[in-house]
């Protein structure tokens, strides 16, 4: 079974091992296409080679990298026509142009071939996207969609596919779990894209709270985007500079470490006319180390968490000042949280599930007539 993956979003090391758990099935043949790095309004996110045991990675050239809707692979026709994959999986939304390149290629050699979404917002794009989005719905053979949010906007669509609900990528538990040693100071944690959506200019608000209340704790900002001089500026009127510590972008290598001096990690995301949150990694590194999480009722937030962390109403501050107190000051909820979150991650969020979920997909699809 000779599988061809073309995944922007491999370029991060950690998601790499998904790979090699997919790599130990006895039969598949798999080679997994990246940039170099791959470029976005936050920042530029270089290939770091973490997991390669079993399969093929290979570095591709990418034309107009870092346009979502636009970017594509020069050389991806000889590849395929060298390869020969029984089935394509490209990595991309059904309305942008690398996915129709990669439909167009494989359907020329006889080859199946499904995409993967996470968008969770029914929109309709205007002329060439939704034209090349109907093009693509009709000629895939499967596709597989990060939460049900996804796949509902797809069946709204028309879409009668097969559809998986398998999340991108899960986690390692060995890389990602519980530290052995507790933090000697509470410290709450934000790791994600510096922009509005995100909601880090709402943890900072609730952590002056917190300071106004006579709490004592740290902060820590992982992540880059357009807002953090704005979020800098802010921390420094609300007389938070001693407290927050603004890391910028970390090689994902490093997470692990973070998250272990974590008490709390905190998902603000807001919803937006064009964004919600779809998924939240985050969440699921932090509840494998054991970390508990604060998260709004955005998106997917409230499906990944379960009844293993604690929710808020988007944008209320009051909430959130209040859930951040309360892991402060009660360690019995620190722990039952923490030992809950982890167990929720065990059983369904891991590399190995995600990887044997993906492959029994291939395999459906390669056996339909």
């Not at 507790?182 to 943890?203: N, T, W």
């Not at 968490?305 to 808020?312: E, P, V, Y």
Request: charged share 20%; glycine share 8%.
């Amino acid at each position: 079974m000779r599988i061809l993956m073309i995944c922007k979003a491999c370029v991060v090391g950690i998601y790499q091992r998904k790979l090699e758990e997919m790599a130990q099935q006895a039969d598949l043949d798999l080679t997994v296409l990246v940039p170099s790095a791959w470029r976005d309004p936050s920042g530029v996110q270089p290939l770091e080679r973490v997991y390669t045991r079993g399969y093929r990675l290979e570095v591709v050239p990418l034309s107009l990298n870092g346009n979502f809707h636009l970017h594509f692979y020069p050389t991806l026709g000889q590849i395929v026509r060298r390869l020969h994959p029984h089935l394509v999986h490209i990595d991309e939304e059904p309305y942008n142009l690398a996915a129709w390149q990669a439909f167009w290629l494989a359907k020329r050699i006889g080859a199946k071939a499904l995409f993967f979404s996470w968008q969770n917002i029914l929109r309709r794009y205007p002329p060439p996207f939704s034209l090349g989005e109907a093009w693509l719905l009709r000629r895939a053979d499967g596709a597989i969609v990060g939460t049900q949010g996804a796949a509902d906007v797809l069946r709204a669509k028309g879409c009668r596919l097969p559809i998986a609900i398998i999340p991108q990528f899960g986690i390692d538990p060995e890389l990602f779990k519980p530290a052995e040693v507790q933090p000697a100071e509470p410290i709450f944690g934000f790791f994600g894209r510096l922009v509005p959506e995100k909601g880090a200019d709402l943890l900072l608000r609730a952590a002056a709270q917190l300071r106004a209340a006579g709490h004592a704790f740290r902060l820590r900002i992982v992540g880059q985007g357009a807002e953090r001089a704005k979020l800098e500026q802010l921390a420094q009127a609300l007389g938070l500079s001693d407290q927050v510590a603004f890391l910028g972008q970390v090689p994902s290598m490093h997470m692990p470490r973070l998250y272990a001096d974590l008490t709390a990690l905190v998902v603000p995301s807001r919803t937006l006319p064009n964004w919600k949150e779809q998924f939240g990694r985050v969440i699921v590194e932090a509840m494998a180390s054991g970390v508990p999480v604060i998260g709004a009722h955005s998106g997917a937030i409230p499906d990944v968490i379960g009844t293993s962390g604690l929710l808020f109403p988007e944008d209320d501050l009051e909430a959130l000042t209040a859930h951040m107190a309360r892991l402060l000051t009660d360690p019995s909820l620190r722990a039952e949280l923490a030992h809950k979150g982890r167990a929720r991650v065990l059983a369904h969020f891991t590399h190995a599930q995600i990887a044997a979920q993906t492959v029994a997909f291939y395999r459906q699809l390669l056996q339909r007539a």
